[in-house]
């Protein structure tokens, strides 16, 4: 039964992250794609603008976020 559920989770997970992939522009392994997605799974970003350009995204969130702590 144990085995029943963990297939169908993984199958949900890559028909996710294969539909995720298909949706950007930006050309990801399958791998490198899962591994932030799983680091930043509970973190409340903007998935698609994250992978579509890691770094751009980055310096946004950090200049908003010094903004917040200065005001």
């Known amino acids: 039964m ?4 963990y297939n169908i989770s993984w199958g949900t997970i890559n028909l996710l992250v294969t539909l995720l992939k298909n949706k950007i522009k ?5 791998s490198n794609l899962v591994s932030p997605i799983r680091m930043h799974l509970m973190d409340y970003i903007n998935i ?3 992978l579509e ?4 995204f980055w310096i946004e969130v950090n200049k908003k976020r010094q903004n917040e702590y200065q005001s």
């Open 2 to 5: 144990k085995k029943i559920r």
């Open 26 to 30: 930006r050309k990801w392994a399958f």
């Open 48 to 50: 698609d603008k994250f």
């Open 53 to 56: 350009n890691p770094e751009k």
